[in-house]
């Protein structure tokens, strides 16, 4: 197995659709790649629909043979299930692989346990990375967005790889190097939480069309087709349109009739949100979509709920502007819901210590991975310009959403009057409210807290803080 014609210059571990994928995308870039699953009926499988690309493939039966397979120092990429199985491979890996030899994570996992990984691997050796990677099947095969994390030396032996197979934008390929440890975790998971976010938002102007407007899906679906030919072009709003106007085979009616109202969730957009959180920053957009997945999973609560207070009132009056008005409300939230999850990656950089290049991040997101849009190019731009600035305040996306605001607000008015629901729109037009307003309700809250906690307080007219109010003595 370790003949010359069988040395491979790098090698991958689990076979499951996107591990597959990206095997197959590794190999049509021109580099040999050894391939190893757990069961070996699956690499079989996997060789056999390999065609041309079987050349550059080298199967393995045993994880010794696919060690021995691999040129030293070896590179393996793991796409094996996030959690306890990553964790498995590694110790069957351990004995097998050498201090200089490198494990990849190119899973969804969390990145605290990427970070204590990275610290396991320092300790007990083989090297090892975490890396984000992006765009479903398709994207596996051919082009993912790719956030790189761990040691920059570690990436640069494996990067010329990364963005070979990377998707490209004008040339430029969407694979980096974002910072140590869990650094490409953690965005990769943000990416997860604006992905929810961005389809919520999507989704609440499709209730808004259905039920308030009364629009069939593939009124809905042409709708979203002109916006992607906009300011909102985006794969998300591309999907989102060939989801309304397919029907179903079987009935003809269309899918989205048929599809029932039930959302799925692995976790990485609950991980954002919980880490938000933790981490102290808003991001209450992506909150509140984390939030409607858990309320839309409560289907026989939700039936309960119609029976016991009636189906909500929700005919709405369509003007000749409203659905240019919808568009505008959208582009206001989701410049709301990037500056939120730019700047809970800001707030990890500091916490952790990780360069977290934000205007590169947006530049490895302008394609391959599902967020990718039109608007990231112009991200990238205002964070290059600024990235400790609020991206709301930089002066393309402040003067965007000096246009949108009023559709914003007048839609997530006109919906709750309407009794429907749209949660992460009203989340993003309340974060906007608040962090455009010099002087908040929270002495209010600091009052009370000193009232009953003797927490102390700041003054508007003083310096420093632990001042208290005249109430402690009741
Ligand atoms: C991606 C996707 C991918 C996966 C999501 C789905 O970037 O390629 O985000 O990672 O499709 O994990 O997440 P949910 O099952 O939680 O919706």
Known sequence: MSSKDTVAEIGLIGLGTMGGNLALNIAENGFRIAVFNRTSEKTDQFMAKAGDLADRLVPTKTLEDFVASLQPPRAVILMVPAGEAVDAQIAALRPLLGDEDLIIDAGNANYHDTNRRAEEAAEKGPRFMGIGVSGGEEGARFGPSIMGGGARDAWNRVGHILEAISAKYEDVPCAAYLGEAGAGHLVKTVHNGIEYADMQMIAEVYGVMRDGFGMTANEIGDVFETWNGGILQSYLIEISSKVAKTADPETGKPMLDIILDRAGQKGTGRWTAIEALMLGTPAS????????????????????????????????????????????????????????GFGLILEAAKQYGWAMPLPEIAKIWRNGCIIRSAMLNDMSSALADDA???????????????????????????????????????????????????????????????????????????????????????
């Not at 009794?419 to 809250?445: E, H, K, Q």
Request: one cysteine or more; aromatic letters at 8%; charged letters at 20%.
């Open 285 to 340: 957009a992506i909150e509140a979509a984390v939030a409607v997945r858990n309320m839309s999973a409560r289907l026989d609560d939700r039936k309960a709920g119609e029976a016991a207070f009636g189906p909500a009132p929700q005919s709405m009056e369509r003007a000749a502007g409203s659905i240019n008005a919808l568009e505008a409300a959208l582009v206001a939230g989701k410049i709301v819901c990037y500056a939120q």
């Open 388 to 474: 400790s600035r609020n991206l709301m305040l930089a002066p393309f996306f402040r003067d965007k959403l000096k246009e949108t605001e009023a559709s914003l607000r007048r839609m997530v008015a006109e919906a709750a009057l309407h009794g429907l629901p749209v949660p992460a729109l009203s989340a993003a037009l309340s974060y906007f409210d608040i962090m455009r307003t010099g002087r908040s309700t929270a002495n209010m809250l600091q009052g009370q807290r000193d009232f009953f906690g003797a927490h102390g307080f700041e003054r508007t007219d003083r310096d420093g803080g632990g001042f208290h109010g005249p109430w402690a003595m009741g």
